[in-house]
């Protein structure tokens, strides 16, 4: 087997970043900092298309398990380093074909160091050649249950049959931030998962209707905050008390469009927190067609309110696919806990589908929601979350 000592790490979509790539993989170089902070023993080296840890006798699984949240990362190995001599790569990749159980094999090299003195064909067919002398295994290019792959370097090579699948996107953080709307339900902790994945860090504003809904039910969706914040190292949210501009919502609009005028309010108190909080969008988990609120006409409608852009990442994704992302990212046990939210509590029984700008104007017209929007801005709550209940925050 190998004798892990090193981790090689890949960029993936990086690679194509042209002149902004520093800057990716700077930033790519401080998250995997962040995530094994707890490992002192470690040491990195950062090259232009690789970043390699050396273990010193860490536990490689909890090494493992901690890069697997780290968006930025295409693909990674465990592997062994050995000094470049053409000796001790042959004699390490046949003692790696002599402990192994399978019947085929494949060598794979990349020769890094162009002063190695062999090509990397010549090396393949070489270790190739001495692994057919002295193992039972067969060559196999296409379907080989053993892939050996050989990295050399100047001084080192590094050797491993094992590839471990990252979880892709952009390094958190990288391009920017954006204020997310962060309910308690299923597909707004996804969203927020599929935004910090194309490299933004995510800050929430929560609207919670105290007595009608519960201090449980905010405290379910800071876990779920807390839950999403794995993968950025913390997050900051919002909660803005929204009772009195909710009641007077239900109370001079008609049935049909009170959640329309509650969703434009809600809008607009997101674009004020994203603008005070330097984010340059608003971030929501709808799905098309999922709900009233949700219908194109709507959500036109809603956005009317607001001047910033507004990321929608489960847009064309249906419930059955933002559950199995949910239960992937383990937030869909919690989500689905009963406890009430803002959105449900005075939910109308026929909520118009395909509203329009000026009749939503014609009822806010017909009560001071500006002051009690201000009010609401004004006893807003701010606290940061952390995974794990930790207080260190990485970008």
């Known amino acids: 087997?190998?004798?892990?000592?090193?981790?090689?790490?890949?960029?993936?979509?990086?690679?194509?970043?042209?002149?902004?790539?520093?800057?990716?993989?700077?930033?790519?170089?401080?998250?995997?900092?962040?995530?094994?902070?707890?490992?002192?023993?470690?040491?990195?080296?950062?090259?232009?298309?690789?970043?390699?840890?050396?273990?010193?006798?860490?536990?490689?699984?909890?090494?493992?398990?901690?890069?697997?949240?780290?968006?930025?990362?295409?693909?990674?190995?465990?592997?062994?380093?050995?000094?470049?001599?053409?000796?001790?790569?042959?004699?390490?990749?046949?003692?790696?074909?002599?402990?192994?159980?399978?019947?085929s094999f494949k060598m794979m090299t990349k020769r890094h160091d162009k002063n190695f003195p062999e090509h990397s064909d010549t090396i393949n067919r070489k270790v190739a050649t001495k692994i057919l002398e002295e193992t039972d295994l067969k060559v196999d290019v296409h379907h080989p249950e053993l892939a050996i792959q050989v990295e050399i370097h100047e001084g080192k090579t590094y050797i491993t049959y094992d590839k471990i699948a990252g979880i892709g996107g952009y390094p958190a953080g990288i391009n920017g931030k954006v204020m997310m709307m962060l309910s308690g339900g299923i597909d707004s902790p996804v969203a927020a998962y599929q935004l910090i994945k194309r490299g933004l860090k995510i800050e929430a504003?929560?609207?919670?209707?105290?007595?009608?809904?519960?201090?449980?039910?905010?405290?379910?969706?800071?876990?779920?905050?807390?839950?999403?914040?794995?993968?950025?190292?913390?997050?900051?949210?919002?909660?803005?008390?929204?009772?009195?501009?909710?009641?007077?919502?239900?109370?001079?609009?008609?049935?049909?469009?009170?959640?329309?005028?509650?969703?434009r309010m809600m809008f607009r108190m997101a674009e004020r927190l994203a603008k005070e909080n330097n984010c340059l969008a608003i971030g929501t988990g709808e799905?098309?067609?999922?709900?009233?609120?949700?219908?194109?006409?709507s959500m036109a409608t809603i956005n009317d309110v607001v001047h910033m852009p507004v990321l929608r990442p489960l847009v064309s994704m249906d419930k059955v696919e933002i559950i199995k992302l949910a239960r992937e990212l383990g937030t869909y046990e919690t989500s689905i806990l009963?406890?009430?939210?803002?959105?449900?509590?005075?939910?109308?029984?026929?909520?118009?589908?395909?509203?329009?700008i000026k009749k939503s104007v014609f009822f806010e017209n017909k009560f001071p929601w500006q002051e009690l929007l201000e009010e609401a801005m004004q006893k807003t709550s701010g606290s940061i979350v952390y995974p794990d209940e930790e207080k260190e925050d990485f970008l």
């Open 1 to 103: 087997m190998v004798h892990y000592d090193t981790v090689l790490i890949r960029f993936g979509e990086l690679t194509t970043k042209g002149k902004n790539r520093k800057d990716f993989i700077n930033r790519l170089y401080q998250n995997i900092l962040y995530v094994l902070r707890k490992v002192p023993q470690l040491d990195y080296r950062k090259t232009y298309d690789r970043i390699y840890i050396t273990l010193n006798g860490a536990d490689h699984e909890y090494v493992k398990a901690q890069l697997k949240k780290v968006f930025g990362i295409s693909s990674f190995s465990f592997t062994e380093a050995i000094p470049s001599t053409m000796e001790d790569i042959t004699s390490t990749c046949l003692r790696l074909a002599k402990e192994s159980d399978k019947k």
């Open 205 to 263: 504003v929560h609207f919670a209707s105290p007595p009608y809904t519960s201090e449980a039910a905010k405290n379910k969706v800071l876990k779920l905050a807390s839950m999403v914040s794995e993968y950025q190292g913390g997050m900051k949210v919002h909660v803005v008390p929204f009772t009195d501009l909710q009641l007077d919502i239900y109370k001079t609009a008609k049935d049909p469009y009170a959640i329309t005028l509650m969703r």
């Open 287 to 297: 799905s098309l067609g999922q709900v009233a609120s949700q219908t194109l006409e």
């Open 338 to 356: 009963p406890y009430e939210d803002c959105c449900t509590i005075f939910n109308p029984k026929n909520p118009v589908t395909k509203p329009t």
